[in-house]
């Protein structure tokens, strides 16, 4: 079995920051392409940013220059850095991990069971 499990969320007024976590857990044999979705009430899932393993970052471009994605490899962990957040960041974020267990020829896509964001003045 596999856990993806996020923390860092919360509350916090415009133009303030905040980092979430996301750590995978469980009989892991590889983690390929991690991402950060969110999703906000009455609308679509939306990818925020993702990174291949020893690759190159990617952002939506509503949040470009803003949020900075990372990853740990040695601890398992995908990190967001969000900065200068806006009312419209307001989102349940999701962590997603392809991984391959030790018991799969291939990876699989696992889902965090996301943490709320929420900026307000």
């Known amino acids: 079995q596999v856990q993806l499990v996020e923390s860092g969320g919360g509350f916090v007024q415009p133009g303030g920051s905040l980092r979430l976590s996301c750590v995978a857990s469980g009989i892991i044999a590889s983690i390929g392409l991690m991402a950060w979705y969110r999703q906000s009430p009455g609308k679509e899932r939306e990818l925020v940013a993702h990174?291949?393993?020893?690759?190159?970052?990617n952002y939506a471009d509503s949040v470009k220059g803003r949020f900075t994605i990372s990853r740990d490899y040695a601890k398992n962990t995908l990190y967001l850095q969000m900065n200068s957040l806006k009312p419209e960041d307001t989102a349940v974020y999701y962590c997603k991990s392809k991984i391959r267990t030790r018991y799969q020829f291939t990876e699989v896509d696992y889902w965090g069971q996301g943490i709320q964001v929420t900026v307000s003045s």
């Open positions: 990174i291949p393993g020893g690759g190159i970052a």
